[in-house]
């Protein structure tokens, strides 16, 4: 059968419709991890990795700007560096996305560790709240940064109503 015929898998029209047929308010719409970013990680250079992740997360934001209040996308953070991934959630949220997909783990070290406050700052300062995700996407890191000068542990804390981040010292 055709695309749009097969409810869910069309264009932004017909996911509008089929939300109505079945009385959605609005839908999440995630990558899918094995033909995603899984997939994308085989791609041994990273700079063309980082390139296919953003094109993804362009394509996303403009099928969900046809109906941005019920179709809500969640963009894919590449942690291939922290300054990467801060310029990704970034991006995301310019563009209108509304959440962020990241891994259970990092690349290295723990989220909680202060070389990884820059991302968390990022996710506070646009107001995106994060998803995360189990699985574990290969990383072709380089070699892990310099810790940052302020090392205090850091909490945040990421309330899905919109307007509403809040981030507080431990």
Same mark, same amino acid.
């Given at each position: *059968?055709?695309?749009?015929?097969?409810?869910?898998?069309?264009?932004?029209?017909?996911?509008?419709?089929?939300?109505?047929?079945?009385?959605?308010?609005?839908?999440?719409?995630?990558?899918?991890?094995?033909?995603?970013?899984?997939?994308?990680?085989?791609?041994?250079?990273?700079?063309?990795?980082?390139?296919?992740?953003?094109?993804?997360?362009?394509?996303?934001?403009?099928?969900?700007?046809?109906?941005?209040?019920?179709?809500?996308?969640?963009?894919?953070?590449?942690?291939?560096?922290?300054?990467?991934?801060?310029?990704?959630?970034?991006?995301?949220?310019?563009?209108?996305?509304?959440?962020?997909?990241?891994?259970?783990?990092?690349?290295?070290?723990?989220?909680?560790?202060?070389?990884?406050?820059?991302?968390?700052?990022?996710?506070?300062?646009?107001?995106? *709240?994060?998803?995360?995700?189990?699985?574990?996407?290969?990383?072709?890191?380089?070699?892990?940064?310099? *810790?940052?000068?302020?090392?205090?542990?850091?909490?945040?804390?990421?309330?899905?109503?919109?307007?509403?981040?809040?981030?507080?010292?431990?």
């Amino acid at each position: *059968p055709r695309p749009d015929a097969v409810a869910g898998t069309g264009r932004p029209g017909q996911r509008s419709r089929g939300q109505d047929e079945e009385g959605m308010a609005a839908e999440v719409l995630l990558p899918n991890m094995l033909a995603g970013p899984v997939f994308w990680r085989n791609i041994a250079d990273d700079a063309a990795y980082c390139s296919v992740v953003r094109a993804y997360n362009d394509w996303l934001a403009d099928f969900c700007s046809h109906a941005p209040s019920r179709l809500l996308g969640v963009a894919y953070i590449p942690f291939e560096t922290v300054e990467g991934a801060v310029a990704e959630i970034r991006r995301a949220a310019q563009r209108g996305l509304r959440s962020t997909l990241i891994q259970s783990k990092p690349p290295f070290g723990r989220w909680h560790d202060p070389e990884w406050a820059p991302v968390w700052e990022a996710l506070v300062g646009t107001g995106l *709240p994060q998803v995360c995700t189990p699985y574990a996407v290969p990383q072709r890191t380089g070699p892990r940064p310099p *810790p940052r000068a302020d090392t205090r542990p850091l909490a945040v804390a990421v309330d899905l109503v919109p307007g509403t981040p809040q981030m507080a010292d431990e």
